[in-house]
């Protein structure tokens, strides 16, 4: 693994105390309040957490996506060293696509119905450097080739709706790794895909960020998908990043109340014939949060000092937790 | 492909038939046959002569079979007042409508489409919303009224266009048009912008909404994502998603353009169909109208072909017979 | 551009824990509609249009069509000048010197009564047939909605002319030929709102619970078709309206006895060339505001009642 040696060198992503805001006609909604972590070269970070906890906002703050209501309010995105925030809009379009880009969730819904599938790729790669059509041609069905994808030529003449989910989705990754970004936000790129074909394209993702150095993020809610492919996780909840640190360690150990939960309730963990434990409550609104843990009224650990809001802390090397309670290290799930 | 083409041409056919059966069989039923085909001023000896040689004393399935065959071989009857075949005296005036209809149709697009898409990616601008006003503005106004306007503004009161009639006409390409010399465009201008003002609101109305609505979707977010410049997401991504809807409702509207070209040709007195159509009714000139119809419902039945085929080439989506999965 | 994202959605729009004064659908679809200046302002347009043309007969000061009342020597006088007898003309007259302001309100009575009423017999032989098609369903419903697809590939103004072609002159004739042409887009409206609701569990449970067909229909399905055939009926009346105006001006729809708006601008159509524009320009702006409140109106109900938009 290259995390040793990528700590020394400077990280592709840091992103710091970010926070992006959503101003309605209803008030303000806090989707990401306070997020921070950084990314090394080569690192595949799984940002974990369940419906709304704010990690697809996350995700498209750092490209640079938001739209009004909403705005970046403050933090840094930091790629490479330089600060996405603040960029004008143009140097951020020349960045996404090209060092950093994203996949969706929905391959039906993020390629264009009417184009061609060669169109769709071509275009990428032609607004990013100059070069002839069939080099990019070239470019496009090698990409295919690596995504494992036969008979690349018919499949570029191909519209979308011509292609099946996995086809479409395995299309949507080459196109996002086609001008060898260094950056790539996976925004719950299976969710849509039945499991088998999940497994394959999680394993042809991993091999393309291995072999090319990129680093990743993969958003998602699925633990299990986490637990095989990322090499250092981080948990959300209602806005605010509650745990982070390396991959196995963080399922093996969970630290936060919130992190054990999500993991006990995965049935997996369970033994045959025991209950599903679940995280009694409900996801706090984002709107105008009341001060203090945004977990404390789920949690079953949750003391008076839960009112005012928890700091990041190290119990353990490597990780990071916002609890002023966490689990102790050797509490195993 | 061709299976799908030979379906509509006899869905077309069909369609067709059905309608000549009710203008035939509405005509017989609420008016008096005879003064169909023999004219009322006519003595009464030649009325009954007329009508034993024209078969109307026959059970009326047989006279529908009589006119049938007629018709496909050109004979719709003969106009009382021009005194000649009916079709002639339409197919006469054609031109000179189908001219205006398109006329107004190139109008309505170039004007209604960048104004529509103007609007729609630009909501929250003063043009914006001038924009769309003026198109509530334009859908609202009664074209007859507009018409009035036009002619008192631009040929009484400025005196810059002439006030009624069509001009010269020139011949390309086997097309003669007085669209092609420029005198025949100054006499062109009024009616076609008259007829045009309706659908240009129409067509800015449909384009913002498809511009709105397609900006939502997920496939410009991706694009964005992508990094493409703004140009080519709104020429490429938008505009091919926009216009399918907008070219089918175009489509389909022409037809109407040609109907309604009735009240412009009224007012500008543009020597075409519509006139012709609208003197005919006053004057009770019954082969005239039932000719007219059958051929508007003609007209109307290919261009509704001519739109699905249209539409099949514009969405890939709909194309039967292609699948590779 | 919003979001398509459906985070900040689901948590913004969660209930505050405390409960609110309740909100009827009704009140909220009030404070919806007057959220928009331009709407309100054409919908107090309207009721005052409506004001105007219900009380003519008390309202204008010369009664246009009693001989008695109009003076042949006050013709073609331009607005606010005086007649003959001293009284001012403030819209001016016509061509046989009736005064413009008593015979645009008398107009204006009688095109928004027979647009009105179009629309009204439209609405309900279109309602009842949509809702036939939709509960009776199979051959019936073939047979209903491709009549009414017939119907609406033809252009209104060509159906409107056949059926006086055909029927001849009169106002009887011009309501047939403006219901003829409005019906079949509230029979498709309700036929396919009918039809959603007729997949609710709600119409499911009714038959459960024994309940006559009648029942179903009237008091449950057709409640719910209501707000699409609110909007269709407002934009189809102010169509109605142009309709009427439109074949009164070329001379087809209602006879001089009943003069509308359209048949006003006809009878100024002359008198165009020679400058005398008023008589043509003014029921012309009237007609012009008429529609344009209705298409306002229309299209801010549309905007209201429509879920799919996302405001």
Redesign the interface.
């Known amino acids: 693994m290259t995390a040793e040696a990528a700590t020394a060198k400077q990280p592709t992503l840091e992103v710091v105390d970010l926070k992006t805001h959503f101003f309605t006609k209803g008030g303000v909604v806090k989707a990401v309040d306070g997020v921070s972590f950084s990314i090394a070269p080569g690192e595949v970070l799984g940002l974990v957490g369940e419906s709304g906890c704010g990690k697809s906002m996350t995700g498209f703050s750092i490209?640079g996506?938001i739209d009004p209501p909403g705005r970046i309010v403050s933090g840094a995105v930091r790629f490479k060293g330089r600060d996405l925030a603040g960029l004008a809009e143009e140097e951020l379009?020349?960045?996404?696509?090209?060092r950093i880009?994203?996949i969706?969730q929905?391959p039906m819904?993020?390629?264009?119905?009417?184009?061609r599938i060669d169109?769709q790729m071509i275009?990428?790669i032609q607004?990013?450097r100059d070069c002839s059509r069939s080099v990019a041609l070239g470019l496009a069905r090698n990409g295919l080739v690596q995504m494992g994808i036969s008979s690349p030529e018919?499949r570029l003449r191909?519209?979308p709706?011509?292609?099946?989910g996995g086809m479409r989705q395995r299309v949507?990754i080459a196109?996002a790794f086609v001008n060898e970004p260094d950056l790539v936000i996976a925004d719950e790129p299976t969710t849509a895909l039945d499991v088998t074909i999940q497994a394959q394209i999680l394993h042809e993702a991993q091999q393309l960020c291995r072999t090319k150095g990129t680093a990743m993020i993969w958003i998602t809610h699925d633990l299990a998908v986490v637990s095989s492919l990322a090499d250092r996780v981080a948990v959300m909840y209602a806005g605010t990043l509650v745990e982070q640190g390396n991959a196995r360690d963080l399922i093996r150990a969970p630290l936060h109340p919130y992190t054990k939960g999500l993991l006990g309730s995965v049935p997996s963990a369970n033994r045959p014939g025991e209950r599903l434990t679940q995280i009694p409550g409900m996801t706090p609104s984002l709107l105008d949060p009341k001060p203090g843990c945004r977990f404390r009224m789920r949690c079953a650990r949750a003391a008076p000092e839960c009112n005012t809001s928890p700091v990041i802390s190290m119990p353990v090397p490597q990780r990071e937790v916002r609890c002023w309670r966490p689990l102790s290290a050797d509490q195993l799930v | 492909m061709t299976a799908y083409l030979l379906r509509r041409l006899m869905q077309t056919a069909v369609?067709v038939m059905?309608m000549s059966v009710i203008?035939f069989f509405?005509?017989h039923v609420?008016?008096d046959p005879v003064w169909l085909l023999v004219n009322p001023q006519m003595d009464q000896r030649d009325i009954e002569a007329a009508v034993r040689a024209l078969g109307l004393d026959r059970p009326i399935w047989e006279q529908y079979v009589y006119f049938v065959r007629g018709a496909l071989q050109g004979d719709l009857g003969r106009s009382f007042i021009f005194g000649e075949p009916a079709l002639t005296v339409i197919v006469q005036r054609m031109p000179a409508t189908l001219e205006l209809a398109v006329a107004a149709l190139v109008m309505a697009i170039v004007i209604g489409i960048p104004l529509g898409l103007y609007a729609g990616l630009k909501p929250q601008h003063a043009l914006s919303k001038i924009i769309m006003a003026g198109s509530?503005?334009g859908?609202?106004?009664?074209?007859?009224?507009v018409g009035?306007?036009l002619?008192?503004v631009f040929a009484?009161m400025l005196g810059w266009l002439p006030?009624t009639g069509r001009g010269p006409t020139a011949t390309y390409f086997g097309i003669t048009s007085s669209a092609f010399t420029l005198e025949g465009l100054r006499y062109l201008f009024l009616p076609a912008l008259n007829l045009a003002l309706l659908k240009i609101s129409l067509v800015i109305r449909l384009t913002r909404a498809g511009a709105r609505e397609s900006?939502?979707?997920?496939?410009i977010?991706?694009?964005?994502?992508?990094?493409?410049?703004h140009g080519?997401i709104v020429r490429?991504?938008l505009l091919?998603?926009i216009l399918?809807p907008v070219v089918t409702v175009l489509g389909?509207e022409f037809?109407?353009l040609i109907?309604?070209s009735?009240?412009t040709e009224?007012?500008f007195a543009w020597p075409g169909m519509g006139k012709l159509?609208?003197g005919?009714?006053?004057t009770l000139d019954r082969p005239v109208?039932v000719a007219h119809?059958i051929i508007?419902?003609l007209l109307?039945v290919v261009i509704?072909l001519v739109v699905d085929v249209l539409y099949t080439v514009?969405?890939?989506?709909v194309r039967v017979g292609?699948?590779?999965? | 551009?919003?979001l398509?994202d459906s985070d900040a959605k689901i948590d913004a729009r969660e209930p505050a824990t405390s409960l609110a004064a309740v909100e009827t659908p009704f009140s909220r679809f009030v404070a919806d509609y007057f959220e928009s200046r331009i709407a309100t302002g054409a919908l107090a347009v309207l009721v005052l249009i409506i004001c105007l043309a219900l009380l003519a007969p008390l309202l204008a000061p010369q009664n246009p069509y009693n001989l008695a009342e109009v003076d042949v020597l006050d013709s073609r006088l331009p607005p606010a000048s005086v007649g003959m007898a001293g009284y001012t003309y403030w819209l001016g007259t016509d061509g046989a010197g009736r005064d413009l302001l008593s015979a645009i309100l008398y107009g204006l009575r009688i095109s928004l009564l027979v647009g009105v009423a179009s629309c009204l017999i439209a609405t309900i032989i279109g309602a009842v047939i949509g809702l036939t098609a939709a509960y009776a369903g199979g051959r019936v419903e073939n047979l209903l909605m491709r009549l009414v697809d017939?119907q609406l590939?033809?252009?209104a103004?060509?159906i409107a002319?056949?059926l006086?072609?055909?029927?001849g002159k009169g106002v009887d004739k011009v309501i047939i030929a403006l219901v003829t042409v409005q019906w079949a887009y509230y029979a498709r409206t309700v036929r396919g709102t009918a039809l959603a609701e007729l997949n609710k569990e709600y119409v499911e449970a009714a038959r459960c619970l024994g309940f006559s067909h009648t029942r179903i229909v009237f008091k449950q399905i057709l409640p719910n078709c209501l707000p699409p055939l609110i909007v269709v009926a407002t934009i189809q009346a102010?169509h109605a309206i142009?309709l009427e105006?439109?074949l009164s001006?070329?001379?087809?729809g209602l006879p001089r006895t009943e003069p509308s708006l359209?048949l006003l601008?006809s009878n100024g159509?002359e008198y165009?060339?020679s400058?005398k524009?008023w008589i043509?320009?003014i029921p012309?702006v009237v007609?012009?505001i008429t529609?344009?409140a209705?298409?306002?109106v229309g299209?801010q109900l549309r905007d209201v009642l429509n879920p799919r938009l996302?405001r």
């Open positions: 490209i996506l379009r020349m960045l996404r696509g090209n880009s994203m969706f929905d819904m993020t390629l264009n119905p009417v184009l169109t275009e990428t607004a990013h018919r191909c519209y709706h011509e292609l099946s949507a196109i | 369609v059905v203008v509405g005509v609420i008016g509530i503005v859908f609202s106004l009664p074209t007859f009224w009035l306007m002619i008192m009484v006030s900006l939502q979707q997920d496939y977010k991706f694009a964005r994502a992508k990094g493409l410049t080519r490429v991504h091919k998603n399918i389909l037809g109407n109907a309604f009735v009240v009224t007012i159509l609208i005919a009714i006053q109208i119809l508007i419902v109307f509704n514009l969405d890939p989506r292609r699948q590779t999965a | 551009m919003s398509t017939l590939s033809l252009p103004i060509l002319l056949i006086i072609a055909m029927l102010a142009a105006a439109t001006f070329l001379g087809v359209g601008i159509f165009m060339l400058g524009y043509s320009f012309g007609l012009l529609i344009m209705i298409n306002l299209d996302k």
